[in-house]
């Protein structure tokens, strides 16, 4: 349950934003707020523009109609515009996308020391005081190829950290992962929530987000469908679809 | 190396029973053939030269065509199209005979041999480099762009430091073939003079009038140095993937 953390002080407004891919619209008029240090889950059956969505918020992806504001920056396609999220927001991906060639150090060190300046040393210095918070300081020199899935995902986690942004997105990121790497993968991912920092996360691991998530969201075919708090979501959503959905992936 | 010695030892075996071969004017025992034979080695020089300064231009310049081939921006593409395509279809004999002999005309500087080769080679050989980067970038995830993203990387950062040590990786078989292919194609600069191992033989052909023994030493010659740039290439590559264990 979420404990509170969560602040008035809105970090990401999304105004009726439509996305489309060729004929098929991926977003119909969203509409979004979070506040600094609060933890959203977002959830809905595939296809449905979560991941879209989130991918809005760091330009992944770019939306036709509608306005973003992240952190009082308007996303206008402006390159300004681009570099300020790029720099606030991080994003854990479903498939971890670690560099191949680099070791899991070169991975979290690179974008300090390129995109922030940061001496070898310094980022060398955050790179093992964030490596030890995913508890796997001992891989250090080790590639990506070398480690499981698990501490993969744990490092992709370090290495958005490393980059000390305000708002961290992820995108499935236990989806890819053997079932029993997922714990100690949302285990750092609990401690996150619990450390204040703002969270968005596409998952279906409906314990965690019983566990962390301020707001609740369910989407359906590019739409929101459910915004609500935890306890209503999951004892009485507004919405069948959504109760199908919490059937069908709670049932077993 | 092996495979030198064999064929060295079969051509031997071949000219002891056959009335034809003329080994003498190669033979390193013979005084006259020693200095034949460093007169053939001795376009070695300008060989490797050309060719490793050609194919270092055209790799700088294949990469600077391949990287608009890529962008979304139409007219940057086009730009990759049209040099491909046009300078894949000039052989490469006539480009080095037209940069020679045309280029002088219209910029109005004479040009050595060896840089009217250099640009020719490289120029012709940039194209394929082009098409060979394209590919291999084209194979990376699009998974390292949005990382590298996240991370703040700019695009020169994203393509130094994330794309490009991983595609090289995987087109080192094909750059190893298009230097292959550059050291051989280099023998065609002989025919504007470039004195190269083609030419020298060509050279020692007239005056000793010994083809079938001096043009199998230049056969020799090229097999040899294939051979070595190979073995180079391999060893580079198994290097390359030693270091990302």
Redesign the interface.
Known sequence: MADGQSTNQPIIEIESISKFFGEFQALKNVSLNVNLGERVVICGPSGSGKSTLIRCINQLEHHETGEIQVDSVELDGSKDALNAIRANVGMVFQQFNLFPHLTVLENLSLGQIRARGKSKTEARELSMQYLERVRIPEQADKFPRQLSGGQQQRVAIARSLCMEPKILLFDEPTSALDPEMINEVLDVMVELAESGMTMICVTHEMGFARKVADTMVFMDHGEIVENCSPDKFFDQPDSQRCRDFLQKILHH | MKKIIVLGALALLLSSCSGNWGWYVVDPTLPKGLINLKFLISGLYYTVLLSVTAILISVVVGLLVALPGLSPNKYLRGFNRVYVEIIRAIPILVLILWVYYGLPQISGYTISVFWAGVIALALSDSAFEAEIFRAGIQSI?K??Y??S??????YV?TMR??IL??AI?RILPALGNQLVYMLKMSSLVSVVGMQELTRKANELVVTEYRPLEIYTVLLLEYLALILVVSAIVRWFENKMNTD??
């Open positions: 995830d998974g390292q949005e990382a993203h996240t991370i703040s990387l700019n950062d430091f994330i040590p991983q990786r990302q264990r």
